[in-house]
């Protein structure tokens, strides 16, 4: 008969995939470094298979680890749900949610009056950061779920796109900044996918730029817009009114559209983080678009 698989032997292991190291994971699943270096040997006893290679510091998945990887989080995923299934207590708790803070004044209010009537006795923590950011808290424990937003597919695996819209670029109602040369931006930080893809369709025109303020606070970004001091790009439900929409008349080439997702943090699993992820998608389903000038 075949030797069975120890779960908290997989948790280890989906821990050190996603921390990238016997060092962080250990941190993550609460576990001395020896003993985690003791379960991945006995997980390689079981399975036959080296899993890990190690390049300096850093651990990387064999081909034979990326295989594991699929069926761990398959396993440790039905598990979880498995023993949810016959809870039967009332959803309570805490949940905790990040967003960007682009997200945050558009979307969470719809969210979080949802999510309270139906689970009064739930407690919600919402992080507001730029995606990256979130990603990696998700990654170290320190969120279940999160909104997350890229313009491309970023092979981050496992998110669940639940919202598509238009990336526009956007200026002032009352000014004309959007005539200058060079053209004054104002966007993300440098990693952000909004300013990356705004970046390359000005240099794609070869049309002049340059950043005049970059900020991780889409506020920040927008009073910059409002004041008339620079053109900046946002997905379609961030538009505000006293803000025009630019397009092709006045020489501004459609922009990638913008996905809007929500990923969850495998390392807890609950019927409250699949309740507000329920509120989430629906949320995003029936929102509206607000008005913006012509």
């Not at 669940?160 to 104002?186: I, N, Q, Y």
Request: contains cysteine.
């Amino acid at each position: 008969m075949a030797s069975m698989l120890d779960l908290d032997q997989l948790r280890t292991f989906l821990a050190i995939a996603e921390a990238g190291s016997f060092t962080h994971a250990a941190s993550v699943v609460n576990k001395t470094q020896s003993a985690v270096s003791m379960q991945m040997r006995r997980l390689e006893d079981r399975i036959g298979r080296p899993i890990f290679t190690r390049e300096g510091r850093l651990s990387r998945l064999t081909e034979d680890g990326e295989r594991l990887l699929h069926y761990a989080r398959k396993l440790v995923r039905l598990n979880d749900e498995t023993l949810s299934a016959f809870d039967e207590s009332e959803l309570a708790g805490h949940v905790r949610l990040g967003t960007p803070d682009d997200y945050a004044d558009r979307f969470l209010p719809e969210i979080m009056a949802r999510f309270s009537r139906s689970n009064p006795r739930a407690e919600i923590e919402v992080t507001c950061a730029p995606t990256p950011l979130l990603v990696q808290d998700l990654k170290v424990n320190r969120l279940d779920i999160a909104i997350i937003s890229h313009v491309r597919a970023l092979g981050r695996g496992g998110e669940e796109v639940v919202r598509r819209e238009p990336l526009l670029w956007v200026a002032s109602a009352r000014h004309c900044v959007h005539d200058e040369t060079p053209l004054p931006l104002a966007l993300g930080r440098s990693t952000c996918d909004w300013r990356k893809a705004a970046v390359e369709t000005l240099e794609a025109i070869g049309r002049d730029y340059r950043v005049l303020y970059s900020s991780w606070s889409s506020a920040g970004v927008g009073a910059a817009v409002m004041a008339g001091l620079a053109v900046s790009v946002l997905p379609e439900s961030a538009l505000r009114p006293g803000m025009r929409v630019l397009s092709d008349r006045e020489g501004f080439p459609k922009l990638p559209s913008c996905e809007i997702a929500i990923l969850r943090s495998w390392h807890q699993q609950s019927r409250l983080i699949d309740a507000l992820a329920e509120h989430i998608v629906s949320s995003l389903d029936n929102l509206s678009v607000p008005m913006a000038a012509e």
